[in-house]
């Protein structure tokens, strides 16, 4: 079993939906969760940032920990073209490496 | 530009060889981390150096092999190179351990033929 699960996609919605994409974890030591972002031919860049339970937003864009279910969640408002891309949640505890899921492919179509 | 170095961008080269494939991370940043991403298995964690010395390793290959230098940079070796190697190959740097987040470069897309 992979210590992150991620739906692979692909996912293709509308302009203007809200988008959610989903990741679970195993590893219960996990502390920090994070979300990138990776267009075609570039390398993932980091979008949101969760310590722990929580919610976070960052403009159009929240990320939810339910650490009780082991559950991670990104929420897109109002979608973009511009937001389609492949969507990585990430994971790690103390010092060690981050694990990733295997990225969802979203598709924003005009 | 993220501020993270990777050369070559594209490789192209025979089963059975070895290539070298180089990053300099960002300026500040004292952790390097390697990467292989394949459309099948995601982003597989490899290896991790922090200021010259191994810290991690994931499932990296005893064909691969990787070094930080005392200027920072790293490099991984890959030898004996099979199909199965064909992947983008992500270098990631970061200042101290992962909680700053990590800062990837561009790849380097190997194909071995």
């Known amino acids: 079993q992979k210590e992150v699960e991620q739906d692979p996609g692909p996912l293709s919605v509308p302009e203007g939906a809200i988008v959610s994409l989903n990741c679970t974890y195993s590893?219960?030591?996990?502390?920090?969760f994070m979300w990138y972002r990776q267009y075609s031919r570039k390398g993932p860049e980091l979008l949101m940032y969760?310590?722990?339970?929580g919610n976070k937003e960052d403009g159009r864009f929240t990320a939810q920990v339910d650490k009780s279910s082991k559950y991670i969640s990104l929420f897109i408002r109002d979608s973009q073209p511009s937001d389609s891309a492949t969507y990585l949640c990430a994971a790690f505890q103390g010092a060690q490496k981050l694990v990733f899921g295997q990225g969802t492919r979203l598709t924003i179509n005009p | 530009d993220s501020g993270v170095t990777q050369t070559p961008k594209h490789l192209i080269t025979a089963t059975g060889q070895r290539v070298t494939l180089r990053c300099s991370p960002r300026?500040?940043?004292?952790?390097v981390y390697w990467y292989q991403q394949s459309l099948d298995q995601g982003l597989q964690f490899l290896i991790q150096?922090?200021?010259?010395?191994?810290?991690a390793k994931g499932n990296i290959l005893e064909r691969f092999s990787a070094q930080q230098f005392p200027d920072l940079h790293s490099e991984l070796n890959l030898s004996s190179l099979e199909l199965g190697d064909s992947a983008l190959y992500f270098c990631?740097?970061?200042?101290?351990?992962?909680?700053?987040?990590?800062?990837f470069g561009s790849g380097t897309r190997l194909t071995v033929v």
């Open positions: 150096y922090y200021n010259g010395e191994e810290r």
């Open positions: 590893n219960s030591a996990f502390q920090y």
């Open positions: 300026s500040g940043d004292l952790s």
């Open positions: 990631a740097s970061s200042v101290g351990v992962a909680e700053d987040g990590y800062t």
């Open positions: 969760t310590y722990s339970s």
